[in-house]
């Protein structure tokens, strides 16, 4: 996805099995879809729980955090509770969605590629940044966004 464009509908369910529908969602505010290559290795885990530090502040600004891997739902569910993770994590097991929104492949393309996408409440990105390693500017780069998208 680039910058202007609108994202498709989907559906997936997150880490209880509750199907969430893209569009329920994109309505209410800012949208932060992070896409990870897996639940509990070293990177992801650090960027999952980036985003679970500063959960408080995407939801001041009003904010969604959706975490998406092709992980399945039992994964996700462990990963979450390991990690008290207040967001949904999404399981796009197959990959489908990943494909669907273009998201690249990761280092080498032997692994699912690390992007995190920032979506006005039309659902158009916003931003986007790329990074396998580095965890942290994900996170800081998507709460800059959304309070500019906040303070519109």
Request: hydrophobic fraction near 40%; aromatic fraction near 8%.
């Amino acid at each position: 996805m680039k910058i202007g464009e609108r994202v498709p509908s989907f559906e997936l369910p997150d880490q209880d099995g509750i199907t969430v529908r893209f569009d329920d969602v994109r309505g209410t505010g800012p949208v932060v879809l992070f896409f990870y290559p897996k639940d509990e290795t070293p990177v992801c885990t650090a960027e999952a729980c980036s985003f679970r530090d500063a959960y408080a502040d995407f939801t001041t600004a009003g904010a969604t955090v959706l975490g998406i891997s092709s992980d399945d739902v039992a994964s996700h569910k462990r990963f979450a509770e390991h990690h008290k993770l207040p967001y949904r994590l999404l399981a796009d097991v197959g990959g489908v969605v990943r494909t669907k929104l273009g998201v690249p492949r990761g280092m080498l393309g032997l692994m699912d590629g690390r992007v995190t996408y920032i979506l006005d409440r039309d659902g158009v990105v916003r931003h986007a940044h790329q990074a396998a390693l580095q965890a942290q500017a994900h996170v800081d780069q998507a709460i800059a966004m959304v309070k500019k998208l906040a303070a519109r």
